[in-house]
Every structure is written in structure tokens, then in C-alpha cells.
């Protein structure tokens, strides 16, 4: 369970900052500046002021993402069984997928407090340049985030069902559609969400495609699983057979096809298209739309972490 809700809140949270620094560039620059007394050599002074609607989206935004990637941090430690070796990942030169992971995790999550607190107003001063620059520099780490949580399951090579090629497409769609349901979720739940309409209008449309590119992504996910179970009877094919048929027919398929399919992919998309259609933009159907997203994204991960199976066992369990 902790590497689950590492792999979910990380990935909700890494892609909650990339909708926000996109969004953040977006800001026009006349709205977030001041001018402040005394001249520069070069021009006025003017620095990076946010106003108290700006406030309203981004800073608790910002803050429930910090939270959820620091909760992430805490799973992977728990998970790792003692808190000093995951700062033994900064400090180890070693080249892997876990290193590469942890530092950009850290670097999101420092580069994620420092606009928080920007966008808050609790640091005072800095340049609406430097906010800026802060933005660019989160949107990649962020995305390389959101990469990670998928190449994590997949560098485990020995377990059939995570080494298939699309699980990295679906994790990082769904880490995206999940951290555009977080943002629009946080919004909703206060007044940014009513006064920012036109943005989460577009949120929402966004949203919907990710959804449709991230079913098709699970279909070939399958399609490919269903390949491999089809394979020669070797241990690893016996693997993937055992592996594809828990996860569609096991203990868990139920999760599966309700929680993730029906209540993760279908339902939030019809809401999602009722909310495009509708012009009163109700509250709670948005609201609904992102708890739906949110719940099919930990279900996701938990049936296919929980319906991974090594060769081995898988031989010994076939007899």
C-alpha cells in the first residue's frame, strides 16, 4: 500500500503543479506586477504582487499539491522501511530510476513551495521575472515526475504485466487528468471556481480528452498484456497470463471495471461533457467529475501494483 500512494499521490500531485505553472504563464503580466517606490537604473522597480483572486486559485491549489507529494515522500520512505534511506537516494551517485525519480521529485517540490508562497504573498519582493522563470522550470520537472511513477513499475522488468509498454502512457495521463481534477476540485471547493469559469471551461475540455487518450491507452495497455499472456508457456509467459487474468477476472476485477473503468474513465467524462454543455456550470457535477478522477487514479494503480506476479510465483502457483 505505502508504493501506492506513493505512485498515486505522487503522480496527482506532480501533475497538479504542471496544470498550475501552465496556467501561471498564462496570468497576463499586468495583473500580477506593482510598481514599487524608487526608480532602477534600468526603469521602475516593480515587483511580483498577485491580487486576492489570483490568491484564491493558486495558493490553496498549490498547497494541496505540496501535501499530497509530501504524503507521496512519507509513503515512499514507509516503503522503503527506514526514513534515512531516502536521503541516501540524493546523496548516491548511482545513475537508476529511483535517484533520477527523487531528485526531481524534490525538485518539484521545492520549486512547487517556492510559487506557493509567491502566489500567497507570503514572499514579498521578488520579481515577476523570477515567478516566471520558476514556471517554466516546473513544468518539465513536473512531467518528468509524473514519467517516473510509470517507468518505476516498468524498470521491474521481472514482473511481466509492468514491463508492458503503454503502462508509462497511462500512468502519465492519468497522473494529468488527476492533477486537473485536484486544481478544479480545490477550486470548486472555494470561490475561485465560479470566478475563473472561462479557464476551468477549458480545464474541463482538456480533461475530456485526456480521458479518451487515456482509455485508449489502457485498451492497447490490455491488447498488449493479452499478447503476452499468448506467449510460449515459459515461466514469464505463465506470468503475464496469470498477471492479465487477476487484473480483468481476479480477486480485484471488480475495482477494475466499476471503480476505474466506470467510475474512473466513463462517469467523470459523461460529467464532463454535461458540464460543456451546460452553461449554469454546476458545482456539484464539477466537484463530482474530480472525486471521480481522483478515485479511478488510486484504483488504477492499486489493482495493477496488486495484480502484478513474478515468474516464479507464478510457476509455483500453476504447479
Known sequence: MPIILYLFLGGAGSGACLVLAVAGLFVPRERVIVVRSGRARRGVRTAFAAPSAYRSL???AYACSLVAMLLGMLCLAADLGRADRLLLLLVSPTFSH???GAYAFAACFVLALVLALAWAGVVRGVSQGFVRVAEILLIPIALIVMVYTGLLLQSLAAVPLWAVFWLPA???LSSLSCGIALVAGV??????GAAFAPLFRRAVF???AVIVLEALSVAAFLVACAAAAGASASGTAQAAASSYTELVAGANAGLWWFGFAGMGL??????????LSDEAK???????????VLLGGFVMRFCIVEAGMHPVIAFAAGG
Open 58 to 60: 493558486f495558493a490553496p
Open 98 to 100: 529511483i535517484a533520477v
Open 170 to 172: 497511462v500512468f502519465v
Open 187 to 192: 477550486a470548486h471547493l472555494g470561490s475561485a
Open 206 to 208: 482538456a480533461d475530456a
Open 266 to 275: 466513463a462517469l467523470p467524462l459523461l460529467l464532463e461533457v454535461v458540464l
Open 282 to 292: 454546476p458545482r456539484g457535477l464539477a466537484l463530482a467529475a474530480s472525486a471521480c
